[in-house]
């Protein structure tokens, strides 16, 4: 009898597949909606931009969005465009995920070891204050004018914002997680990974998805000192020689080189935090 109780539905109430139908179509309608005024504001403002071009503001300042375009094509049509892209994704496929391990590691390190973060706090902060503009010519000296020398300058970005946010985490971490996995008996790597990694992941993830631009600005910092080929070469080589057009095309590259990277990362940080991410929608739903 109880559980025809409680099988029975209130009259006129829609079923939980009603609602997440609704739900699931509105938040579709609102998305449409986004990508559209997204659309709307990009269009007006690379149209305005090409009516300005010519008329009211010099090209040779500008340039316009169809010269840009033209440019792009050509230089990727000719390979040369492709090969500087190339050189500069390979300096930070190195420099990246080596200064963002690091930089996580040391910070883990830091959190672990009361002692270890009193000696090496002050040092680790003094070291961040020195300008990267100013090391590049540096590392130039040390590793050459070659892949080496922007390796380095990429990994000093990535590895300091990834320290410091993750020994955040780890300072930011609440110490029961901790002490019930001791009384567990969970000590080790099991610990590390299975507690403290879980625990403070949404910092990991904020580290690598804060480093990405960093990553890409230290590449081109390099190539902007010394070098003879790169995205950030071609962008002081056309700047040089005055062609506006080629100078846009190298920072448009750069921007879907970020965007790449984010997307991939962000993908990661969603499988990673899948139990986050379904936690948060039952509490929606609810």
Do not use: C
Request: net charge positive.
């Amino acid at each position: 009898m109880s559980n025809n109780v409680s099988q029975e539905k209130t009259p006129g109430a829609p079923s939980v597949d009603v609602v997440t139908a609704r739900i699931g179509s509105a938040l579709s309608l609102r998305g449409m909606g986004i990508t559209a005024v997204r659309v709307a504001i990009i269009g007006g403002f690379l149209l305005l931009w090409q009516i300005a071009s010519g008329p009211w503001i010099e090209p040779f300042l500008i340039s316009s969005p169809s010269r840009i375009f033209s440019s792009l094509i050509t230089g990727f049509r000719d390979g040369d465009l492709l090969q500087h892209t190339w050189v500069t994704f390979e300096e930070i496929a190195i420099g990246f995920p080596v200064g963002a391990i690091s930089g996580i590691a040391l910070g883990y390190a830091f959190g672990r070891s009361r002692l270890l973060a009193e000696i090496f706090e002050p040092i680790i902060i003094a070291l961040n204050g020195i300008p990267r503009t100013a090391v590049a010519p540096l590392f130039i000296v040390w590793l050459g004018i070659g892949l080496w020398s922007k390796v380095g300058v990429v990994f000093l970005l990535t590895f300091f914002l990834n320290f410091f946010i993750t020994y955040t985490g780890m300072r930011q971490m609440d110490q029961e997680y901790i002490d019930l996995a001791r009384l567990m008996r969970v000590k080790g790597w099991k610990l590390t990974f299975k507690v403290i990694f879980p625990a403070i992941s949404p910092y990991l993830f904020t580290g690598i998805r804060t480093s990405i631009p960093f990553a890409v600005i230290g590449a081109i910092v390099g190539e902007f000192v010394a070098s003879t080929e790169g995205v950030g070469f071609f962008i002081r080589m056309s700047a040089g020689i005055f062609k506006t057009a080629d100078v846009f095309v190298g920072i448009i590259v750069l921007m879907i080189m970020v965007i790449i990277m984010d997307k991939i990362a962000a993908v990661i940080e969603k499988r990673a935090l899948r139990w986050q991410t379904q936690t948060e929608h039952i509490q929606i739903q609810a």
